[in-house]
C-alpha cells in the first residue's frame, strides 16, 4: 500500500474526484497557485485550471455562501476556510443557510457541498489560529462534522463527504498534515458516521479525535507496559455519532475516558458522555471522564500551549483513576 | 424591448394577484388562521413583477422576509403558498418553512430567507453554478435597504464583479429596515452609487413604475447573459403596511404614508393601460374576479389541508 501524508491523502481525494466529477470544485483563498495554506491543494490548479480551483479574495462569507448557492443549484462545492477561527464571519450562510435549507424547503433542496478547515494547537498560532470547535458545528443539525486522525480516513472521509448530499463540515488538525502513514490507491470511500476502533482493549475505552488519538494510542502502548489494556475508538465522524460502536466498547470495557482538544467545557466529550450515562449508565463502573483543554483562549507562548493541549501524561492519568489504580 | 399588450396584462395581472394574496394573507393573520411573523410586499408590486418578468424557469431568485411578492412573480403557486402559511402538511415546505423560508427549487426559487442580508451570497453561488456549466441562466437577488449595509452584501457584489458572474442585485429601498430610516442608517442618497466600489452599473428606478422597473432590468439580464457581469438596480418604493402585520409603524409619518400611497403602482399602471386600450374596465373586472377566485380556491384548499402529523419533525433534516 503506497505511503503518504495526511495533507497529500487529501489532496488525493480532492483530485480523485474532481477527475471523476466535473462538478465538484475547489474555491477558498490561496487554494490555486499557491496551493493552499498548508499546501493541501497544490498541484490541482495546474491540472484543473481557475474553473475549477477558485482563488477568491478574503471572503469568508461569500467562499460559504457562493458554496451554499453553487450546491443549491445542483453542484458540488469543497470550500476551504484556512482556519476553523475564520468560520465566525461566515457562520450565518452556513448555520442558517446550508444546514437548514432542505428542511426549511420541505426537503425539496439538497447542498452537498463541503467545507474543509485546519483546526487545533500546537504550532504557536495562538488564540485566533488554534482553536477546536467541533462542537460548534455538531449542536447544527443538517449538518455532519467530520475530522480525520490518519492519513487514510482523511482520504476516505474526504471522498465521501464530496459524495454526500449534505453540507459537511471536515476538520483537519493541522499537527497532522505531516502525518505519514499507509493509504489505500484509487477509490476508497470511509462511510460517514461509522467509527474505528484504532486499538482493541478491555479494561476502559479511550473515545479520542484527530491529534489526540495518537496521544491516546501512546497512552495506550504506556499503559499496556503497566498492564492495563486500553481500547481507543476514534468516531471520525462527530455528527452523525456512531453511538452503537462507542456503546458495544463502553458495555465491554465499563470505564470511559473521552479526550479531546475542544475545551473541556460543553465539548464534543459533554455529549458523548451524556449520551453514554443515559444509554449504559448500568454498564459503568467507575464515573466518566474527560480529558480536554482548559476553559481559556489558546494561548501563544510555547509552554503555554502545550500546557493547553491535553498531554499523555494526563491521558494516562485520567485511566488509571478510572480503572482505580 | 418586447413589451406587447400581451405581456403588459400579464404584468398588470400579476400586481394585481401579489396585491390581492397579500390583503387576503392580512385578513387571515388578523383572525388569527397564520402563525408566526408575515411581512407583506403591498406597495412594492411592480418591483418584482417588472424584474421576473423578464426571467425563464432556469433562472434563479432569492428573496426576502418580504418574499410573497417575489414568489408569485416567479411562477409559485398561491395554493401551495397559502397552505404553507397555514402551516399545513400540503404546503410548499410541507409546514417547516412559513412565510420567511417559501422556496420552489424547480421554479429557480431559493427560498425567502429569514436572514437579511442572507440571500446575496446565495444569488452569487447560484450565478456561479449558471456560469460554471455555460448556460445563459442568471440569479437575481432581491434586497432591501436594510440588507445593503449587511457585510454579506458587500462581499456578494465583490466576488460577483471579480468573476464578472450572471447575477442582477435587486434593490428595493423602502426607506426603512423596520423602524430606521435610510437617513439613518446610510450616508449617501442612492444604494445605486455603491455599484462604482464594484466597478458595475448601478441604476436608480422608480420602483412604483412597473415599466420603468422592466425596462432597466431588461438591461441588466441582458448584460449577465451576454458574460458582461453583474449590476445592480435601486428600485425605490415604499411598503403600505407595516414591517410585519402588526407593527403600528410609530416611526413614519402618516403624511409620507399618504404621500406613497397616492404613487402606488397598481392604479398607475391600470389607468395607463386603460388610457392606452390595453384594458378596458370590464377586463379589469374579470382579471380582478378570475384572482379572487383563484384566492378563494387557495384559501379553501389551505384550510380544509390536513395537518402535519407530528411523526414527521425529523423528516428532512438530511438528505438521505
Not at chain 1, 1 to 23: C, G, K
Not at chain 1, 77 to 102: C, H, S, T, W
Not at chain 1, 288 to 315: C, G, H, M, N, W
Request: negative net charge; glycine residues 10%; hydrophobic residues 45%.
Amino acid at each position: 500500500m503506497p505511503t503518504m501524508n495526511f495533507s497529500m491523502a487529501i489532496n488525493e481525494a480532492l483530485r480523485l474526484e474532481m477527475e471523476r466529477d466535473p462538478n465538484v470544485y475547489i474555491v477558498g483563498e490561496d487554494v490555486g497557485a499557491f496551493g493552499g495554506c498548508f499546501g493541501v491543494t497544490s498541484g490541482l490548479l495546474a491540472q484543473f485550471g481557475e474553473k475549477r480551483v477558485r482563488d477568491t479574495p478574503i471572503t469568508e462569507s461569500a467562499i460559504v455562501g457562493t458554496a451554499v448557492g453553487a450546491a443549491a443549484a445542483g453542484l458540488r462545492p469543497v470550500a476551504e476556510l484556512m482556519f476553523v477561527d475564520f468560520i465566525g464571519v461566515a457562520l450565518d450562510q452556513l448555520y442558517n443557510q446550508a444546514a437548514k435549507m432542505k428542511y426549511m424547503f420541505g426537503g425539496k433542496a439538497k447542498i452537498p457541498m463541503v467545507l474543509r478547515m485546519s483546526c487545533g494547537a500546537g504550532i504557536g498560532a495562538a488564540a485566533q489560529h488554534s482553536q477546536c470547535l467541533e462542537a460548534w458545528f455538531m449542536h447544527v443539525p443538517g449538518l455532519k462534522v467530520v475530522m480525520p486522525s490518519t492519513p487514510a480516513d482523511a482520504k476516505g472521509l474526504l471522498m465521501a463527504s464530496i459524495r454526500d448530499d449534505n453540507p459537511v463540515v471536515f476538520l483537519e488538525h493541522k499537527i497532522l498534515y505531516g502525518l505519514e502513514g499507509e493509504v489505500p490507491a484509487g477509490e476508497y470511500i470511509v462511510p460517514l458516521g461509522k467509527a474505528d476502533v484504532k486499538r482493541i482493549g478491555t479494561d476502559a475505552t479511550i473515545v479520542a479525535t484527530a491529534a489526540m488519538v495518537h496521544r491516546s494510542l501512546e497512552a495506550a502502548e504506556k499503559l499496556a507496559a503497566e498492564g492495563i489494556n486500553v481500547e481507543v475508538i476514534d468516531p471520525r465522524t462527530l455528527s452523525p455519532l456512531d453511538t452503537a460502536t462507542l456503546l458495544e466498547s463502553v458495555r465491554k470495557t465499563h470505564r470511559l475516558v473521552i479526550v479531546h482538544e475542544e475545551v473541556k467545557f460543553a465539548g464534543s466529550g459533554a455529549e458523548i458522555a451524556a449520551m453514554v450515562a443515559e444509554e449504559a449508565f448500568d454498564f459503568l463502573d467507575a464515573p466518566i471522564l474527560r480529558v480536554a483543554a482548559p476553559f481559556t483562549p489558546v494561548p501563544f507562548s510555547l509552554v503555554l500551549e502545550q500546557e493547553y493541549i491535553p498531554s499523555v501524561d494526563k491521558i494516562m492519568a485520567a485511566v488509571k483513576k478510572v480503572v482505580g489504580r | 424591448m418586447g413589451l406587447n399588450n400581451e405581456k403588459m396584462i400579464s404584468m398588470y395581472t400579476n400586481m394585481v394577484k401579489i396585491r390581492l394574496f397579500e390583503e387576503r394573507v392580512a385578513e387571515l393573520f388578523a383572525a388569527g388562521k397564520i402563525p408566526g411573523f408575515v411581512h407583506l410586499y403591498v406597495g412594492e408590486e411592480a418591483v418584482a413583477t417588472g424584474v421576473c418578468a423578464g426571467l425563464n424557469d432556469k433562472d434563479y431568485i432569492t428573496s426576502t422576509h418580504r418574499g410573497h411578492g417575489h414568489l408569485i412573480s416567479k411562477g409559485g403557486d398561491v395554493k401551495l403558498m397559502m397552505a404553507e402559511l397555514f402551516g399545513k402538511k400540503t404546503g410548499y415546505c410541507k409546514g417547516k418553512g412559513g412565510s420567511m423560508h417559501i422556496a420552489d427549487m424547480d421554479l429557480g426559487i431559493m427560498g425567502a430567507n429569514g436572514i437579511v442580508g442572507g440571500g446575496p451570497p446565495l444569488a452569487a453561488g447560484a450565478a456561479l453554478a449558471a456560469q460554471y456549466r455555460g448556460t445563459d441562466n442568471v440569479a437575481v437577488c432581491f434586497f432591501g435597504d436594510g440588507a445593503s449595509n449587511q457585510g454579506t452584501t458587500h462581499e456578494a457584489m465583490n466576488l460577483a464583479s471579480c468573476w464578472k458572474l450572471p447575477v442582477v442585485f435587486v434593490n428595493e429601498n423602502n426607506l426603512y429596515g423596520i423602524s430606521c430610516c435610510t437617513s439613518k442608517s446610510m450616508c449617501v442618497a442612492d444604494i445605486a452609487d455603491r455599484a462604482a466600489a464594484y466597478d458595475m452599473p448601478g441604476v436608480v428606478v422608480d420602483g412604483n413604475d412597473v415599466i420603468a422597473v422592466y425596462e432597466v432590468a431588461t438591461e441588466a439580464l441582458k448584460r449577465a447573459r451576454a458574460g458582461e457581469g453583474p449590476s445592480l438596480i435601486e428600485c425605490k418604493t415604499y411598503r403600505h403596511r407595516g414591517h410585519f402585520e402588526g407593527d403600528p409603524c410609530v416611526y413614519r409619518p402618516e403624511e409620507e404614508v399618504e404621500e406613497w400611497k397616492a404613487k402606488d403602482p397598481i392604479p398607475r399602471f391600470e389607468k395607463k393601460l386603460l388610457e392606452l386600450k390595453i384594458l378596458t374596465p370590464d377586463t379589469v373586472k374579470r382579471i380582478r374576479e378570475s384572482i379572487a377566485k383563484d384566492l378563494a380556491a387557495a384559501v379553501q384548499f389551505a384550510e380544509e389541508s390536513p395537518l402535519p402529523d407530528p411523526k414527521e419533525i425529523l423528516d428532512d433534516v438530511y438528505s438521505v
